[in-house]
């Protein structure tokens, strides 16, 4: 049995007398009755938050995924040559600067999502950005490409660090996953959509005097538009705010939370000492080299998979190429979910992270070495299965392994406002058609060096800290402190077992 797993039965073996010592813990409601009819509620409960929280967000963020990458769809649908852009030097620049402005004010929007609460701020980020995606269908040169890319960039950033770091106020740490997975799962069934969506939307070319790539714009930013003013009644708050729990409920969601070593449902006042705590915190900084080894190739393949199949050799036309992306994204869904479910079952995240970046490393192998347009195809699927399910995996890691409310807000922030900062890299190594050996090897270094390579180490690294702990060599961190003092420890106290 791993660290994790005899961690997770202690806590599920917690009786009354352990449970009392636990700092805020509010009163049993279901106290009166007995082990079977209490896990009854529970699962009951869990039930409830996955219909009422879940199924929204991942419109939300199909959306979101859908608007920043549809770029790839309009280029094929002939963009470049209608706004004479110089290729592939300022169609590259008009993707590298989503990635500045989305990066720089990323580390941001978790603090304001906790301060303005998720009601108010994911509904207006929507509505912002879903405004900027149907701008893009009015430009006219690349300097207006350029605005309209910089306030896209800008209006998504707090969207995804937002959902991840919300979910993760909600649900206990071997819950977590799974649901991350299917939240996240959602950008591959954008990349399946939005090639059968682009396909359809193309048809409209010369309606109204717009051409086809720009009603794909105009509609997919309609579409968030609708959707972000929609949110206002749809997204929900914390545990402590939220309209739809009852007062039982809301103590039954945060006994779940503290039972778990987890602070996620306290009210906190922003202090800069918690973003110290997270800037010395090691396991944010090897994160950020984890997340950035799958992110930076999750955004390479979305945003140019449409001109790799282009460039196959099979003679593909505008409509064929963006059709023949769909069943990648479908098959990288699919294994996204299966490993959410494998990780929360066995907590073994580094594992599943170090397994499934082999199967990337080898489709962009394929990618690479060969010249046979059946073989690459192939590669673009194990390419897609090996990126897509690190993203999430690795972001349901460190909000396991990251206690507090606001530091876990700014440690997520960083790590995947680093990894998207990456999305510059992305943009600018696939130039060279139609074998882009560059683009390829590229991104195979990543996923080797940093996301295989970082994955081993944080999972040795958090294995010996979990071994120090069990055997009390962090017990001095304890001695002569309050329950309070305690809590405030958040993953540095010696009863935290680290999820590997």
Not at 194 to 209: C, P, T, V
Not at 267 to 276: G, R
Not at 449 to 471: A, Q
Request: aromatic share 12%.
């Amino acid at each position: 049995m791993s660290d994790a797993e005899k961690h997770s039965t202690s806590h599920d073996s917690q009786d009354e007398n352990h449970v009392g010592a636990i700092d805020g813990l509010p009163p049993d409601p279901d106290a009166h009755l007995s082990q079977e009819e209490k896990d009854k509620i529970d699962r009951k409960l869990v039930w409830k938050l996955d219909w009422i929280l879940i199924p929204w967000l991942c419109i939300l963020y199909l959306l979101a995924f859908l608007d920043r990458t549809n770029i790839g769809n309009a280029k094929v649908a002939n963009l470049p040559q209608d706004l004479h852009l110089k290729l592939p030097e300022q169609y590259n620049e008009t993707l590298t600067i989503f990635f500045i402005s989305y990066s720089l004010f990323e580390p941001l929007t978790n603090v304001l999502l906790k301060r303005m609460r998720p009601s108010v701020f994911i509904p207006i980020i929507m509505v912002l950005w879903g405004a900027s995606m149907t701008g893009m269908g009015f430009v006219y040169n690349y300097s207006g490409l350029m605005a309209a890319r910089w306030f896209l960039g800008l209006t998504e950033a707090g969207l995804f660090p937002g959902v991840n770091y919300y979910l993760s106020c909600w649900y206990k740490r071997s819950e977590f996953g799974i649901r991350a997975a299917i939240f996240f799962s959602a950008a591959a069934v954008s990349g399946s959509f939005g090639g059968l969506l682009a396909a359809a939307i193309e048809m409209m070319d010369g309606i109204g005097g717009r051409p086809g790539w720009a009603w794909i714009f105009i509609l997919e930013g309609l579409l968030t538009v609708i959707f972000g003013f929609a949110s206002f009644w749809m997204v929900h708050d914390f545990p402590d705010e939220a309209r739809f729990l009852s007062d039982a409920d809301r103590a039954r969601v945060v006994r779940r939370l503290k039972l778990d070593q987890q602070s996620s449902a306290e009210h906190e006042e922003w202090k800069t000492s918690y973003l110290i705590a997270g800037l010395k915190d090691w396991k944010m900084w090897l994160g950020m080299v984890i997340y950035m080894g799958c992110d930076m190739p999750l955004y390479a393949f979305s945003l140019f998979l449409p001109s790799i199949i282009q460039e196959l050799g099979w003679g593909t036309n505008v409509v064929r190429a963006q059709l023949l992306s769909v069943p990648p994204y479908a098959a990288a869904a699919v294994l996204t979910v299966v490993i959410g479910f494998i990780a929360d079952r066995t907590r073994q995240r580094g594992l599943c992270n170090i397994i499934v970046s082999l199967i990337g490393v080898a489709g962009f192998s394929m990618l690479l070495g060969s010249t046979d347009p059946r073989v690459k195809y192939a590669g673009t699927f194990l390419g897609a299965l090996g990126i897509y399910p690190c993203i999430s995996n690795t972001i349901s890691w460190m909000a396991n392994n990251i206690e507090g409310v606001y530091k876990r807000g700014v440690v997520l922030g960083f790590v995947i406002g680093w990894g998207n900062l990456n999305g510059i890299v992305s943009s600018n190594i696939y130039f060279s058609p139609p074998r882009y050996l560059e683009g390829h090897g590229v991104i195979v270094a990543y996923m080797t060096l940093f996301l295989f390579g970082g994955s081993l180490l944080m999972t040795t690294l958090l294995r010996i800290e979990n071994r120090k702990r069990r055997l009390g060599k962090r017990d001095y961190r304890i001695e002569g402190k309050s329950a309070k003092e305690i809590e405030a420890l958040g993953d540095a106290k010696p009863d935290f077992f680290y999820t590997v």
